[in-house]
């Protein structure tokens, strides 16, 4: 099934929905896995993880910022069958075989402990697929999304991607679409993690903006200082130690927020937009009333609980 997009002014590009659901899965292999941290001494366990689809419904359909389901083995703890999981594509449009019949996720390792008991707790389909090999098979659903893509006519835009954790995973696979259309635009990248050995792509994107003048990417970690010399940072916090360079960027017309990874980074980069941006500008991105916007230089952030955001902001968030 084709969805077209949705009537706006920026009209975005039309993706696929929902080609596979979950009561009719498709079988697609693993072909590649490999860590997609900086280092291996990192706190956490991500894998970047590619699978074939080819000769199934999925192959080209999926577009960079959407997303797939896998559907993980066995039974939940009331008897019934796994239910589908949804992971961001980190590939880009045309796939990572440059034909649309491989597509790759970023995937975290979930361990932790249950409250109750201290026993180990192991996420179900994170770990899974985080064990997969290269041969073997899953059980794979959608593309699903519509809302996290490029518009139509993407070169006529610029870009501030704003991410967490594997929150980066759909930019890997956007900055690659901007890349193949010749990157005629403006992009920041800015990619939050605890420490260095956390960061994902890390030198991936290091070499993007090495290579593009127009691609910037900045760094954030939260439990380290910065190589620049600022102290423990959260990824909201570029926005204003780089204002010099973001500002005028966030102030042009025609530039689009694009925002991913934990709910919880929403509230830190709406405050700093509120900080940063005049009363005209802001209203570009958040619907806020004047006594709103003083209520959040005054400290209360109660107004972005239910703040609407305009369609100059993208987010997917959990």
Known sequence: MSAASEKH?????DVSINVVTPKAPVKARVVATRLATA?????????H???????????????????FGIIPPGHD???KPHKVRLYSLASPTRGEDGAGNVVSTTVKRLIDEHTENHHLYLGVCSNYVCNLNVGDEVMM?????KRFVLPKDASAYNYVFISTGTGIAPFRGLTLDLIAQGLKSKVALLSGSPYASDLLYDEMFTKIAGEHSSFRYLTALSRERQADGNGKLYVDARLETNK???LPLLQADNTLIYLCGLAGMEEGVYTRLVNLLSPSQLEKYLKLTSEQVEMIRGGNKEPLKRVERSERVMVEVY
Do not use: N
């Open 39 to 47: 280092s291996k001494k990192a706190a956490g366990f991500v894998r």
């Open 141 to 145: 659903t959608g593309p699903s999304g």
């Open 244 to 246: 010099d360079e973001l």
């Open 9 to 13: 002014s920026i009209p975005l590009v």
């Open 49 to 67: 993880v590619e699978f074939d689809v080819s000769g199934t419904p999925l192959a080209g359909k999926a577009t960079a910022g959407q997303s």
């Open 77 to 79: 703890a009331a008897g």
